[in-house]
C-alpha cells in the first residue's frame, strides 16, 4: 500500500480523528496512488495514524477511512460502517424509523464522499469523493440491505474536486418508479428524484417543518420563502394556518408543490405560489404594505467557503431584516442558513442586528438545527451545517 507522510507536527489533527488531511500538511507521497486508492497515513517519525483514500488533484488529497493499521478497507469494512449507520438511525428514531431519512451522511458515519437517502423501500444515493468512487459497485451492492433498489445521483460540484465527472443512473437492484412516495410528519410526498435537488427532498428539515405544524395554529397567513416543493408549507397547513404563498425561483418546484397540496386534500385556494426572487418579493411586500403570520426563510446556502462569509452575511441579514419587518404584532419567523461558514453564533448576530435595524422587539425561542438523521461526528464539527432560529415579535 502506498503511504502518505506528514510534516512534523502535523499529525495532531489525525490523533483527534479529525478526517481530513489537507495539501499543506503531507510532506510527502511515497509511491505513486491511483484516485481513490486506500493509502496509509504515517507521522513524519514513521508512525502510522490512519487509512484514507487519495485523490491527488483535491487540496484535501486524503480521505480517512479508519484510524486502525489492523482494519483493512474491504467489503466487511463498508458493511459494517453501513450497518452502524442504520443502527445509529434506529437509535435516534426509538425503532420506529421514519418512511424517509438520510441512511449515511458522508464523513459523519465514517463514509467520506457517500450520502444515501432513503424514500419508502428504494435509496437515492451520491458518492461525491475519489475514494467512494473506487468502491461504487460494491457500495451499491451493500445498499440493498436497506433498499430493494438504489439510483445513483452523483452530479454535484463536488466531484469535480477530486477529477471525477457527474454521473446519475441505477446503481444496483430492483429499477426506481420515477417518483418515490412516502409520508413525512403524516403529509405525503411525492419525490422527483431524477431532476430534483440533491437526492431530490430536504430531509434534514424534518423536525423543522413538524414544529412549524406545531407553531402554525391560528396562522392567517404564512409566508414561505425559498419553498422549493412547498415542505414547510404544506407543514402549516397541516397545522391549522389559513393561507400560505410559497415562493421559489423555480417554477417546477413550485409545480410539485401543487401537487402536493392536492394531493393531500388542501384546497388551492389556501395554497398560493409565486415565482419570484425573494429578495425582490419580499420588497414588493413591503412596498405594499403586506405582512404576516408567520414566515419561513430557508435559503440556499449563501456562503459555499469561508471566503464568502462576508458576502453571504450581508445577504442573510437583508431577507432578515426585510422579513421581520412583515411580521404581524405576536407574528413568528423561522429563519435558516444551511451555509457551514456561518457559525450558530455568527447567525444569531445576523439576525439580531436585522431586528435591531427593523426596531421591531423580537424574542429568540428556539435555536434549530438538522435532524438526528444527519449526525454530527465529534471529531468533525463541519458536519453541523443547518441552523434556525424561531423568533416571535411582540404583539
Ligand atoms: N424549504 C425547502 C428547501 C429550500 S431549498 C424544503 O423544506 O424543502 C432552497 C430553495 O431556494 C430552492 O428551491 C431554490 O430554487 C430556491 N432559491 C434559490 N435562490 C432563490 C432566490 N433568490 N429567490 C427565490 N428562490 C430561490
Known amino acids: 500500500m502506498d503511504t502518505v507522510i506528514l510534516k512534523e507536527g502535523r499529525e495532531k489533527s489525525v490523533l483527534r480523528h479529525h478526517p481530513w488531511i489537507f495539501s499543506g500538511a503531507i ?89 444515501a437517502d432513503v424514500y419508502g423501500e428504494y435509496a437515492v444515493c451520491q458518492i461525491t469523493g475519489a475514494g467512494m468512487e473506487r468502491h461504487r459497485g460494491l457500495i451499491g451492492e451493500l445498499l440493498l440491505d436497506y433498499a430493494k433498489g438504489v439510483y445513483e445521483r452523483s452530479d454535484v460540484d463536488s466531484r469535480t474536486k477530486d477529477g471525477l465527472p457527474p454521473r446519475t443512473g441505477h446503481l444496483a437492484g430492483e429499477p426506481l418508479p420515477d417518483v418515490l412516495e412516502f409520508t413525512e410528519n403524516g403529509i405525503r410526498y411525492r419525490v422527483d428524484y431524477l431532476a430534483g435537488h440533491k437526492t431530490g427532498f430536504y430531509l434534514d428539515q424534518r423536525d ?83 405582512s404576516f403570520d408567520l414566515i419561513v426563510l430557508d435559503p440556499p446556502k449563501f456562503a459555499e467557503t469561508v471566503s464568502q462569509r462576508e458576502r453571504a452575511a450581508r445577504a442573510y441579514k437583508d431577507i432578515n431584516l426585510l422579513a421581520i419587518k412583515l411580521l404581524n404584532p405576536g407574528g413568528q419567523l423561522f429563519t435558516f442558513s444551511c451555509s457551514g461558514a456561518i457559525d450558530d453564533d455568527l447567525f444569531a448576530k445576523i439576525v439580531d442586528s436585522a431586528a435591531s435595524d427593523a426596531h421591531r422587539p423580537l424574542r429568540t425561542v428556539r435555536w434549530l438545527s438538522q435532524g438526528p438523521d444527519h449526525p454530527v461526528l465529534t471529531s468533525f464539527p463541519e458536519g453541523r451545517y443547518l441552523k434556525g432560529l424561531q423568533l416571535v415579535a411582540s404583539v
Not at 68 to 75: L, R
Not at 82 to 94: D, I, N, Q, Y
Not at 210 to 224: I, K, P, S, T, Y
Not at 269 to 285: I, M, T
Open 27 to 115: 510532506r510527502e507521497v511515497a509511491g505513486n496512488p491511483g484516485p481513490g486508492e486506500t493509502v496509509e497515513v504515517r507521522s513524519a517519525r514513521g508512525e502510522f495514524l490512519a487509512h484514507g483514500a487519495y485523490a491527488a488533484e483535491s487540496h484535501i488529497p486524503v480521505k480517512l477511512w479508519n484510524f486502525t493499521e489492523s482494519e483493512a478497507v474491504d467489503e466487511e469494512f463498508f458493511r459494517k460502517r453501513l450497518a452502524s449507520a442504520f443502527a445509529l438511525r434506529k437509535t435516534v428514531f426509538h425503532g420506529n424509523l421514519p418512511d424517509a431519512f438520510r441512511l449515511v451522511c458522508a464523513e459523519s458515519d465514517g463514509l467520506p464522499g457517500l450520502i
Open 208 to 290: 423543522n417543518r413538524r414544529l412549524v405544524a406545531e407553531c402554525a395554529a391560528g396562522a392567517e397567513n404564512v409566508l414561505n420563502c425559498f419553498s422549493y416543493t412547498g415542505g414547510f408549507g404544506l407543514a402549516a397547513l397541516k397545522g391549522g394556518a389559513k393561507h400560505v404563498l410559497n415562493v421559489d425561483s423555480s417554477e417546477p418546484a413550485l409545480a410539485c408543490a401543487r401537487e402536493l397540496a392536492a394531493l393531500n386534500g388542501f384546497s388551492p385556494d389556501a395554497f398560493g405560489s409565486k415565482e419570484a426572487d425573494v429578495f425582490q418579493f419580499l420588497r414588493s411586500c413591503r412596498d405594499a404594505r403586506k
